[in-house]
């Protein structure tokens, strides 16, 4: 794709995303032209579409601003691909997907900013975007969707579970990787989830959970999963992850159930001979949020490679902890409890020039740590997160 064409697709888009609720119209309209001109495609989708409308305009946001970075946009496009396989969607849904989606576009850009040449510039990059998924998806081997048995369900705060699970056969996925999960209480509402430990023989998983007030699937997950129910899992996404043998150091920041991945990671590399030098820090609004402390404080101690890093921004516990009175346990191997905003503490232990950088957690969070780094010295190429939607 040449930079005409990249500028009229950035142009066009920006244009509609740049008012105030134009994101929302922008989704709102597709989905309306979607299910109007193609019926038949209304079952692949949740009664309730107000997460599936948000999570519409940022990826095709992150997608557009990624035209230029092939390296980068198809490795992705591909993974997405692969996980629309447990949709049972086929290569005319792609097209109608397609169609709707230019449609609404030309219908909020009006003729005046719609011309025959920027028409021409997004059936080129949608034609990309489609047979690059499709591609990836029929030439996958693997299931398209596992079954998952929960053999586990632990409520470890009142807003936060662990759960895990047994699967119906192996997955192979990259520790640090995403996938989504669908509850049977809640069909068609797909979730993405991180595990907490690396893949394994026994096709094993574990999720971290925390309920987000007022959503529809995780506080289900958080307060009425039962062991014997059985969780759909699609393949595996994300790019985050520690290559072998590399001799660059690490700096992992994580808040919240965000530490799942970077655990499932420092879990992986414990199994190598050699690691570079890793600081891991993690946050919470509370102490109580630093809910994975012991499992950190053991890697720590069996590895002297890791340094870990809690941060809090209160010092104290929510009105709603529970609390017997008793002093809460010193973890050994960590540092010492730091109290602030993590990103502006992160920040003030220098540049980290020196490292490679993955950031996981709300996108707020992960946005607020990424500037004050990049403000702190470290380059913007050694930062990784995986999409914010």
Known sequence: MDSRTVALIRTTFKSVAAEDDGPEKLARSFYAILFTD???VRDFFPAALDAQRDRLVKAIAYVVDRLEEPERLLPFLAQLGRDHRKYGVV??????VCQSLKSALAAYAGTELWTDEVDRAWDEGINIIANTMIGAAEQETTPPVWTG???EHREVLRNLAVVRLRLDQPMQYAAGQYMSVQI?????????LSPAIPANANGELEFHIRGVTGGWVSPAMVGHTRVGEQWLIGSPLG????????????????????IAPLRAQLMAMTARR???KVDVFVGGHYPCDLYDLE??????????????????????????????????????GLEPRKVGQIGKIVAGHGSWDDRDVQIVGAPSMVQTTKFRLMAAGTPTENIR?????
């Open 385 to 389: 997160h995986d999409p914010l939607f």
């Open 295 to 332: 499992v950190l404080s053991q890697l720590a101690c069996a590895n002297k490679w890791l340094t870990v890093h809690p941060v809090t921004e209160s010092n104290e516990n929510p009105w709603w902890h529970f609390d017997n009175g008793e002093e809460p346990p010193e973890f050994p």
């Open 239 to 258: 790019g985050l992850g520690v290559p072998r043998n590399t001799r660059r150091k690490l700096l992992m920041v994580g808040c919240g159930t965000g």
């Open 184 to 192: 049977p209480s809640r069909p068609r509402m797909w979730r993405y």
């Open 274 to 276: 050699s690691n570079p």
């Open 38 to 40: 193609y019926p038949q």
């Open 149 to 151: 048995t929960v053999i």
């Open 91 to 96: 290569a005319e849904h792609y097209a109608a």
